[in-house]
Nanobody
């Protein structure tokens, strides 16, 4: 089992930046693909970004390309989401997730691909 704990959320003005962190414990985390999802009030949880566990391959939702960057430090069991040029529509609860079943260079993007989830951290972007 892997436990994931997100941090770094908060209130920021439009155009600002935030860096989310996800701390992992337990399991062979360095061999899991990782991802970030978000869920706004009244909406379904949606894919934001993901990274393979080898090779540093990434995938991003079109809505965040060029503004968000996912990264990981496997030695520290950490995953990050750097968010720049934030918009009010980025307001959501952001979730960190880990996928233990994907090949080393593959990047999962579906909710169903991920086996472990954090509790979420709120990001609010004011206009």
């Amino acid at each position: 089992q892997v436990q994931l704990v997100e941090s770094g959320g908060g209130l920021v003005q439009a155009g600002g930046s935030l860096r989310l962190s996800c701390a992992a414990s337990g399991g062979a985390f360095s061999m899991y693909a990782v991802g970030w999802f978000r869920q706004a009030p009244g909406k379904e949880r949606e894919f934001v970004a993901a990274m393979s566990w080898r090779g540093g391959n990434t995938n991003y939702a079109d809505s965040v390309k060029g503004r968000f960057t996912i990264s990981r430090d496997s030695a520290k069991n950490m995953v990050y989401l750097e968010m720049n040029s934030l918009k009010p529509e980025d307001t959501a609860v952001y979730y960190c997730a880990a996928d233990r079943g994907t090949g080393p260079y593959m990047v999962p993007i579906r909710l169903a691909d991920f086996d472990f989830w954090g509790q979420g951290t709120q990001v609010t972007v004011s206009s």
